[in-house]
């Protein structure tokens, strides 16, 4: 059965830290380039950050989240991580993790229909509020 499970969400002050993971299972999941994805309340999914495969992946950021966001993965463990930093109320979303790839900083109003070996997490609340 094919899995993405984020975790690691909840509320935090403004300029705090969290770190999400997203452990998956029942597919390949280093072969895959992998991406965060959020939405804010009333908003459309943005795309924020995504990592490539293979062994010195490559990373890149929503201007939103540069050098405050940092992704990686853990091949051998088959988990996807974002360290966030310094957030602000704007970081407020639930963050999904997800193989299905848009240019950074796109932003939907729905999510894309899924295709054959299309993953999506539950997604994990993640509240920056004093």
């Known amino acids: 059965q094919v899995q993405l499970v984020e975790s690691g969400g909840g509320l935090v002050q403004p300029g705090g830290s969290l770190r999400l993971s997203c452990a998956a299972s029942?597919?390949?999941?280093?072969?895959?380039?992998m991406y965060w994805v959020r939405q804010a309340p009333g908003k459309g999914l943005e795309w924020v950050s995504s990592i490539t495969s293979g062994g010195r992946p490559a990373t890149y950021y929503a201007r939103s989240v540069v050098g405050r966001f940092t992704i990686s993965r853990d091949n051998a463990k088959n988990t996807l991580y974002l360290q966030m930093n310094s957030l602000e109320s704007e970081d407020t979303a639930v963050y999904y993790c997800?193989?299905?790839?848009?240019?950074?900083?796109?932003?939907?109003?729905?999510?894309?229909?899924?295709?054959?070996?299309?993953?999506w997490g539950q997604g994990t609340q993640v509240t920056v509020s004093s």
């Open positions: 997800t193989n299905i790839g848009r240019p950074i900083g796109t932003v939907l109003d729905e999510k894309p229909p899924m295709r054959n070996n299309d993953y």
């Open positions: 029942g597919f390949t999941f280093s072969s895959y380039w």
